[in-house]
Antibody, heavy 119, light 107 residues
Framework: QVQLVQSGAEVKKPGASVKVSCKVS????????IHWVRQAPGKGLEWMGG????????IVAQKFQDRVTMTEDTSTDTAYMELKSLKYEDSAFYYC????????????WGQGTLLTVSS | DIRLTQSPSFLSASVGDRVTITCRAS??????LAWYQQKPGKAPKLLIY???TLQSGVPSRFSGSESGTDFTLTISNLQPEDFATYYC??????????FGQGTRLEI
């Protein structure tokens, strides 16, 4: 049974950075392609980026390309998403998600990490 | 970039009803489309992938179909636990992973 367990809620000031973690259990991180999806309060889902096994590279949505870094630590089976230069509108739930196979359909989801950007 | 437009944005129905939610893609996505269900305070759950394949464990009252760039999620015999928000997602072309804006299904 695959589980994705994310780090806890964060409160950051505008201009700061945040790093959210996603620990994998039941599989090894190298067996999964981790993606990140965010959801502002009361709003829809927004795909941010993730690992594409077909191209063997991390793909990031254009909107986030200059501010997001997605990394992995296979020794601890933990994926990370760092978002820099935070803005008020970055306040949202951030989810890690993963497909079971080499697809982009997200079978597994973390519980979400709430980021609040506030001065 | 591919855009997904869901309709309606809001849907009111009753237990036992049959409802249909539509997702229109701005260009061909070659059946690479999924449907997710999200309940308040929870992560989304994959219901259907490849336009019409039911994810394991999902009740058979959920079904998906496609006609060109129009995709449909149908829920037959609505149950109380089906009242949630539903999202479509395309995984065909960059930006792969794009979601529709969501459809809120309420009693």
């Amino acid at each position: 049974q695959v589980q994705l367990v994310q780090s806890g809620a964060e409160v950051k000031k505008p201009g700061a950075s945040v790093k959210v973690s996603c620990k994998v259990s039941g599989f090894t991180l190298s067996e999964l392609s981790i993606h990140w999806v965010r959801q502002a309060p009361g709003k829809g889902l927004e795909w941010m980026g993730g690992f594409d096994p077909q191209d063997d590279e991390t793909i990031v949505a254009q909107k986030f390309q200059d501010r997001v870094t997605m990394t992995e630590d296979t020794s601890t089976d933990t994926a990370y998403m760092e978002l820099k230069s935070l803005k008020y509108e970055d306040s949202a739930f951030y989810y890690c998600a993963a497909p079971e196979t080499d697809t982009w359909y997200f079978d597994y989801w973390g519980q979400g990490t709430l980021l609040t950007v506030s001065s | 970039d591919i855009r997904l437009t869901q309709s309606p944005s809001f849907l009111s129905a009753s237990v036992g009803d049959r409802v249909t939610i539509t997702c229109r893609a701005s260009q061909d996505v070659n059946s690479y489309l999924a449907w997710y269900q999200q309940k308040p305070g929870k992560a989304p759950k994959l219901l259907i992938y490849a336009a019409s394949t039911l994810q394991s464990g999902v009740p058979s009252r959920f079904s998906g179909s496609e006609s060109g760039t129009d995709f449909t999620l149908t829920i037959s015999n609505l149950q109380p636990e089906d009242f949630a928000t539903y999202y479509c997602q395309q995984v065909d072309s960059f930006p792969r992973g794009t979601f529709g804006q969501g459809t809120r299904l309420e009693i």
